[in-house]
């Protein structure tokens, strides 16, 4: 992509890719294109490839699919970017430590990926300084997208003086600021603030407060930032409906006023997040949900993951029904099975 700055500063929908898998445990490449083409025709602005709801024990030996997957994935984003002439931002997951992450990212860029979101899970107790190196090395290589993530979930907490270095790094493009906490999603606001990036675009990854976080305008020595778009878990299913909020969203942000019932909507969003992401036990069902929601829909052939230990918890399922009956205008079931039979076919 020529101008990824820009793209990603107007602000768009990136859903993170899930892995189609059969059965038995097999991978579906067939299904994982149709999931992609999914993605591209609901107007999603780019993809996450080999990130969390990929599946990280995809970089196992005794797995390997990371390159597959990222190589169908690129495929079909070329095709669909040929067919249609639309801008279409690739975006790979880059995990491990530096020697780890070097080989991924030069992998992603040789494949034709325009950018890295960089997981900092592996740096467990290594210094701030030394973290900082491994992301500038990195940066050598492709432009990167920092990633606060959720200590739920493997995430670290960082300082303030973390994200104020790591915004002087040239190479980076964005942030996907995902720790489930508005302190901590402000240090990040406030550093790019104070670095003067107005280069760097902010996106959400706070899947429990995905609407407020995007229509608020942040303001810190009288500059103001916004959240430009999403990169998160929660769009990789519901995703056409997802991108028609968005658009409401950054329409009702451009008015001098904000009605209230945005404040609302973003209560129906964050509980049928709680369903998804299976809150109530701490996540635990995070990837099983997205996957039952897409095997529901005829996405994907199985809501299996490759760890046989990670379903969905109990009472999930019931939740999952509860929240797309109470929110029919955030599902997507009906543009779905009008074009199913077309991302379906090889």
């Known amino acids: 992509m020529n101008n990824l700055r820009n793209f990603l500063m107007e602000g768009h929908v990136i859903p993170a890719l899930p892995l189609a898998l059969n059965e038995d445990g097999s991978w579906s490449e067939r299904h994982e294109k149709a999931l992609m083409r999914y993605y591209f025709d609901a107007g999603a602005g780019g993809i996450a490839v080999g990130v969390h709801s990929t599946q990280f024990e995809i970089r196992e030996p005794n797995v390997a699919l990371f390159e597959p997957v990222l190589k169908v994935a690129i495929r079909v984003i070329e095709e669909r970017r040929r067919t249609t002439g639309r801008e279409f931002a690739a975006i790979a997951g880059v995990c491990g430590k530096t020697g780890q992450a070097l080989k991924e990212a030069e992998f992603a860029r040789n494949i034709g990926f325009d950018a890295a979101l960089l997981s900092l899970a592996a740096f467990k107790n290594e210094s701030e300084a030394e973290i900082l190196k491994h992301c500038r090395d990195v940066s050598a290589i492709i432009p990167i997208i920092g990633f606060y ?198």
């Open 149 to 346: 993530l959720q200590p739920a979930v493997g995430g670290r907490v960082f300082s303030y003086s973390f994200w104020r270095a790591f915004m002087d790094i040239e190479n980076v493009v964005a942030v996907k600021m995902a720790p489930f906490n508005r302190y901590l999603t402000w240090d990040v606001v406030r550093a790019c603030i104070e670095a003067g990036r107005e280069d760097i675009a902010l996106y959400t990854g706070n899947d429990d407060n995905i609407v407020i976080d995007l229509l608020t305008p942040f303001e810190w020595k009288g500059k103001t930032r916004r959240i430009s778009g999403g990169l998160l878990g929660h769009w990789g299913v519901w995703t056409n409906a997802a991108v028609q909020l968005f658009n409401e969203l950054k329409t009702a942000r451009e008015k001098p006023t904000l009605d209230s019932k945005w404040l609302t909507v973003n209560q129906h969003v964050t509980d049928m997040n709680a369903a998804l992401f299976d809150s109530a036990n701490g996540f635990k069902g995070c990837i099983p949900g997205i996957m039952e929601v897409l095997r529901r829909q005829g996405l994907v052939p199985s809501a299996r993951t490759l760890n046989p230990k990670e379903v969905l918890s109990p009472g999930q399922a019931a939740e999952l029904d509860r929240v797309c009956a109470a929110y029919p205008q955030l599902i997507d079931d009906a543009f779905i099975s009008k074009n199913i039979s077309t991302w379906l076919r090889e």
